[in-house]
Nanobody, 115 residues
Framework: QVQLVESGGGLVQAGGSLRLSCTASGSTDGINVMGWYRQAPGKQRELVAI???????NSADSVKGRFTVSRDNAKNTVYLQMDSLKPEDTAVYYCYARKSLTIRWGQGTQVTVSS
């Protein structure tokens, strides 16, 4: 089993920055994709950004140029640097890890951006 623990959420003003971290523990061998999804109230969970073991990334158009996903494979940790935050970025952010066909989610961390 893989466990994911997130940190770094909080309240920030529009235009500010936050950095999220997520560390995987347990049976981490073979995790090939890590990243972040988010879910705003009344909306479906959506992709924010993901990164493979090899460093390839994919991100939502809404965050391109503002958010950067990165990964430290030695530490089994994925980061999300969020800059130029907007009120519409307010959501619960969930860490994501995929190992073969198995997906694991973190418990979620709240990000609130005030206008």
């Amino acid at each position: 089993q893989v466990q994911l623990v997130e940190s770094g959420g909080g309240l920030v003003q529009a235009g500010g920055s936050l950095r999220l971290s997520c560390t995987a523990s347990g049976s981490t061998d073979g995790i090939n994709v890590m990243g972040w999804y988010r879910q705003a109230p009344g909306k479906q969970r959506e992709l924010v950004a993901i990164v493979t073991t090899g460093g390839s990334t994919n991100s939502a158009d809404s965050v391109k140029g503002r958010f950067t996903v990165s990964r430290d494979n030695a530490k089994n940790t994925v980061y999300l640097q969020m800059d130029s935050l907007k009120p519409e970025d307010t959501a619960v952010y969930y860490c994501y890890a995929r190992k073969s066909l198995t997906i694991r989610w973190g418990q979620g961390t709240q990000v609130t951006v005030s206008s």
